[in-house]
């Protein structure tokens, strides 16, 4: 056995073959998902600490064709600039963005390490995976005027907003969006927001390049079609992940000191969402077996329970007893504290302050 910063590495089989002879490669880190999630933490891991080893397991047989696929997200980064939930209005009338200012904060910074990846050659050209497209808000009636009005009158004063438009002409916002002005009739008033530097981000290929970089690297490894099933903590503070091949249904076991989910890997309770195990049988199955009459159907009608709370009862009752062990032994989110505690003590080690050398892509 091997120790780093006084953490136990353990074997990480990847085949059943390498699961029946034990002879297995040591491994650092498991990231779980073939999103961005994991390609930038990867990433990350990579710059830090380069001589971790790191094992990725992705379900399907490409990475980034889920959430990060660039049809199935906004591709916005939600830096704040068209989002109204993130500014609240206030009883005297007023807006707060806060809460907007520091996810906009937060954007930036993803644009800055971005730019850092480029220059790094990690990333190829900008424009492949991020350009520049105004972001807009509108909306019509004369609260909503108002709101937008308070809004635009907090932010466009803060730096991060310099260069927001507003208007409540219909002529001028058609110019803007001529399909969200076409055939609008009427006299309700209508107005929107302009941020000419907004952004659009293909997230789905952002997440390839970085994958490809990170698979020429000895060190790291990219296991497709590979489902992980379960993640388990070891006595000695480890972990072990055990997958499957869903064409061969061959499993395997691993260990690994710390890991970090980006997809849902484990069955959890309908009603509490926590970690829960298969029961071996049904039990309405088991109760009709051997039987030559056939179990009762579920019915439902408008003028009986509502069919959510009527099926959500039955879970809720199993699981107070079942999971109760389970709640207090383990918790969705243990898995990431152990790498987080990781990350925190190699960043004041390793990472150095380069932002003076950072640029913006545009």
Known sequence: MKLRHGITLC????????????????VDVVLIGGGTMSATLGTLLQSLQPDWSIQLFERLDRAAEESSNVWNNAGTGHSAFAEMNYTSPQPDGSVDIQRAIGITEQFEVSRQYWASQVRDGVLSEPRSFINTVPHLSFVWGQDRVSFLNARFEAMHRNPLYAGMEYAEDPAKIAEWI?????????????????????????????????????????????????QVRDLKRNADGSWKVTVAKPATAATSAASTRASCSSAPAVRRCRCCRSRVSPRPSSTRASRWAGSSSTPPTRKWSP???????????????????AHRQAHSRWHPGDHVRPLRHLLEQVSQERLVDRSDALDHPQ
């Open 303 to 321: 003028s009986t329970t509502p069919r959510s709370t009527a099926w959500r009862r039955p879970a809720r009752r199993r699981c107070r007893a």
């Open 11 to 26: 074997s990480l089989p990847t085949t059943q073959a390498g699961a029946a002879s034990g002879d297995t490669p040591n």
């Open 178 to 226: 001529p399909l969200v002005m076409s055939g609008r009739e009427g006299s309700d008033p209508v107005a929107a927001t302009r941020m000419p530097i907004g952004t659009e981000v293909n997230y789905g290929e952002l997440t390839r390049q970085m994958m490809d970089s990170l698979a020429q690297r000895d060190n790291f490894e990219l296991s497709l079609n590979t």
